[in-house]
């Protein structure tokens, strides 16, 4: 076993992560020894970056936005699911030096469905707003879940038509939709889903902009990836009609959670994590009055 885990996040920016916090935590509840360190890399600079955490003996890193593709280039080996996603967010460094990346989102998106919230996707109707990066990954995990449906809304419809084409090749047994947000079928697909997900930056930050059809639900889960605020105006108007939420914290734990335990074999102390989250938030939230 190791006795020392000397891990890092690589991004732009990374200032804001939350990744040391729940590492240390983590690390201190499991009796590790552990280092992380938040590496600002400019895009063009990850190959050299990624050669120096090898050549320093570090064990592994995270990678966040903008990162989460080019990264792929400098890897030796990629795990299927990462692939199938199109973006690495979690590298192991072996012994031998080793690369291989990985992808703990979508687990991280579905995890916290049935823990937390006693959903279990398999057989169920989804609609996502989105069809970004977040996008792939949620429906990747939905998907090897066995929903039984999926519909792919986006303000781009090329966007949702391009990650159904991803999509439909591999996860054959789903029926997959793409459509755009003025689609005539965007309500009623709205009303008839067990399951409602927020993978657009819609809400982020408290911006005032709703999302097409959301005057529509009609209870089941809705669930909200932006944790920024946490509260966000979709989940807000998901609880008043009368629909179970879950908030864009929990998918951001079980991530690293996920790649804690790929780095170290062990887990995170999940409420202990979520709690030291929520108090950063807090005084993060005291400190910029505008929640910025
Ligand atoms: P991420 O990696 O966080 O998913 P991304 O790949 O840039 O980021 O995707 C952002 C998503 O939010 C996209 O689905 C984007 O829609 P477009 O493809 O039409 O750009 C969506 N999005 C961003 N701002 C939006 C807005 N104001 N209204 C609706 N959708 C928005």
Redesign the pocket.
């Given at each position: 076993m190791t006795d020392h885990y000397r891990l890092a996040i690589i991004g732009h920016p990374v200032g804001h992560s939350m990744s040391p916090l729940m590492h240390a935590l983590a690390a201190k509840r499991n009796g590790l020894a552990l280092t992380y360190d938040k590496i600002d890399t400019l895009p063009g600079q990850v190959g050299e970056t990624v050669a120096r955490l090898r050549d320093e003996g570090y064990h592994g890193f995270n990678v966040t936005?903008p990162h989460k593709i080019e990264v792929m280039e400098y890897l030796d080996h990629i795990s299927e699911e990462a692939k199938l996603i199109g973006a690495v967010n979690t590298v192991v460094i072996g012994q031998d030096g080793r690369l291989t990346g990985y992808n703990t989102d979508a687990y991280g998106f579905v995890a916290p469905l049935k823990k937390t919230a006693g959903f279990d996707p398999e057989g169920k109707s989804v609609f996502m707003?989105?069809?970004?990066?977040?996008?792939r990954a949620v429906a990747v995990g939905l998907l090897a879940a066995q929903v039984a449906s999926l519909t792919i809304a986006?303000?781009?419809v090329a966007?949702a038509q391009e990650l159904k084409e991803r999509l439909v090749t591999h996860y054959r047994a789903a029926t997959i939709t793409a459509i755009g947000?003025d689609d005539k079928n965007l309500v009623e697909s709205v009303g008839g889903a067990d399951i409602i997900v927020n993978?657009?930056?819609?809400g982020l930050g408290g911006?005032t902009?709703s999302?097409p059809g959301e005057d529509e639900i009609k209870g089941g889960l809705v669930v909200d990836i932006v944790y920024q605020p946490l509260e966000t105006k979709l989940l807000i108007k998901a609880n008043a009609l009368g629909a179970a939420t879950l908030d864009g914290l929990w998918m951001l734990i079980h991530q690293g959670d996920r790649a804690f335990n790929i780095w170290t074999g062990k887990n995170f102390p999940i409420e202990e994590v979520r709690s030291a989250l929520l108090a950063r938030l807090r005084q993060e939230t005291a400190s910029s009055p505008s929640g910025e």
């Open positions: 936005v707003y989105g069809a970004g990066g977040a996008a986006n303000r781009t966007r947000f993978t657009s930056s819609v911006q902009g999302l």
